[in-house]
Nanobody
Framework: QVQVVESGGGLVQPGGSLRLSCAAS????????MYWYRQAPGKQRELVAS???????RYADSVQGRVTISRDNTKNAVYLEMNNLKPEDTAVYYC??????WGQGTQVTVSG
């Protein structure tokens, strides 16, 4: 059984930082691209960042320069380091393994 679990969300002030973690079990995630998405209230889910099995990274324009995606294949994990957070970054953040398996999400709230 595949499980994907996100952690690290929380409440942070504008300009602050958070590091989200995602751990997969029951699957060799190193064979898949990994993704971070987010969904704000009343909005569609959007892709934030992705990293291929080979380590190539892509970012949404809205977060370029402020976030870094990384992965640790020895731990079946992917991370999202977010800096200079803005209120518009408030959303539930979801991790996906290959766009096949999804976690339940972790809430990020940016508010002063």
């Amino acid at each position: 059984q595949v499980q994907v679990v996100e952690s690290g969300g929380g409440l942070v002030q504008p300009g602050g930082s958070l590091r989200l973690s995602c751990a997969a079990s029951g699957i060799r995630s190193s064979a898949y691209a990994m993704y971070w998405y987010r969904q704000a209230p009343g909005k569609q889910r959007e892709l934030v960042a992705s990293i291929t099995s080979g380590g190539s990274r892509r970012y949404a324009d809205s977060v370029q320069g402020r976030v870094t995606i990384s992965r640790d294949n020895t731990k079946n994990a992917v991370y999202l380091e977010m800096n200079n957070l803005k209120p518009e970054d408030t959303a539930v953040y979801y991790c996906s393994v290959g766009n096949f398996y999804w976690g339940q999400g972790t809430q990020v709230t940016v508010s002063g």
